[in-house]
């Protein structure tokens, strides 16, 4: 995909069009960063709450800073067109070691090109999610440590705008994590408030963002997994498809093995993952987009995915924590980002900085330490990752009950 002539942030866009892996970590501008992100608020300002996407287009789920997995995705559906459609269902950052490459990435695509990508709020577009989860510990690698909350809460303000959903073709529900008994209409979206610093003491954005399917469900149910939100079940998922007037659901949020998954018989929701080799254990997960179009010889609706096995040493795949998010860690306050040094630069101190893009682990853990007192920090420590050799499967056929 072209940059558009004159585009401001040309320079941008060409350090992320495609992958190097002689040079994966791209050096960046600090005040050209700055600017970018505050232009990405007004950007996101514009949009409505729920965004609506014309057909064709490719779906995909989490990426969670594995910036090397996303360029094969980008490949991949680019190199069959180049100005096919996207539409990203969130949790682009934490857990792997390239979240700032991979907000930039797409943010910087979707502002050169407003109606080819779409993004939609995840529960790890939090400010306070980044600071236990991965993206703040990778931004104070690199950069001064003063310079990297700055940049946090600069992107902390603009993930307060992000739309919360959207709906393909009128046909198809798209969100990261699920639904809720608050839902009643397409106008409920309308009703939300923006900027949404925090989910707390909104059970609708809440359920949107965190919610998790329940087989054996009927109704919904606290989430116990999480602590917060709640579990649903197949009747719940065929009422708010019912006041919605759509076939499905399209969700993320959730690692399945195939990348993609049906978790109820009547296939009224589909779970989408797009991180390859995400976890090892007790599997290792491939990831998958979801296609969505138009057949030409039935002239219906319908969804295709395609899988990427994993691959060995994909740059970003690096990760932190594997426990459920929990959003007890979640508040609207900055403070989390402020220490002694904020408040006397004199107390400062400069700690030898590791080379860029590689996670110190002892600089982690002292910063983490200091930091981020006011936030419980997950105890499981990672596994170790295996991965598989190079490899993209090809795409699986499978209508749903999405095809009309």
Known sequence: MAVPTGFKYAALFKKHLSFNPDTPVIRYDIEELMQFFGDCLEMFKAEPTLLKV????????????????????????????????????????????????????????????????????GNHEALSINVSYGFFDELKNRFEVQTARELMKKIGRMYAWIPLAAIINKKIFCVHGGIGPNISCLDDFDNVQRPLKSTSGNNFAQDILWSD?????????????????????????????????????????????????????????????????????????????????????????????????????????????MADDLTILESTDESMLKSEEDLDPKKAKTPEKPKEGVVCQDCQAKEAEKESKEFEKPKEEPKPRTRSPRSLRSQDSLNSSCSR
């Open 213 to 321: 399917p329940k087989a054996d469900l009927m109704g919904t149910a606290p989430n116990t997994n999480r602590t917060t939100s709640i579990f649903y079940g197949p009747d719940e998922a065929e009422r708010v498809c019912g006041v919605l007037g759509v076939d499905c659901i399209i969700r993320a949020h959730q690692v399945v093995q195939k990348g993609y998954d049906f978790p109820f018989h009547n296939k009224k929701v589909i779970t989408l993952f797009s991180a390859p080799g995400y976890q090892t254990e007790p599997f290792t997960n491939d990831g998958a987009i979801a296609i969505v179009k138009n057949n030409e010889q039935t002239d219906r609706m319908e969804i295709k995915f395609q899988r990427f096995e994993p691959i060995q040493n994909a740059f970003g795949s690096t990760f932190k924590n």
């Open 54 to 121: 014309p057909i064709p287009v490719h779906v995909v789920g989490d990426i969670h800073g594995q910036y090397e997995d996303l360029h094969r995705i980008f490949g991949a559906v680019l190199s069959k067109s180049s100005s096919a459609r996207f539409l990203f269902l969130g949790d682009l950052v934490d857990r792997g070691a390239a979240s700032l490459q991979c907000l930039v990435a797409v943010l910087v695509r979707k502002m050169a090109h407003p109606n080819k990508y779409y993004l939609v709020r």
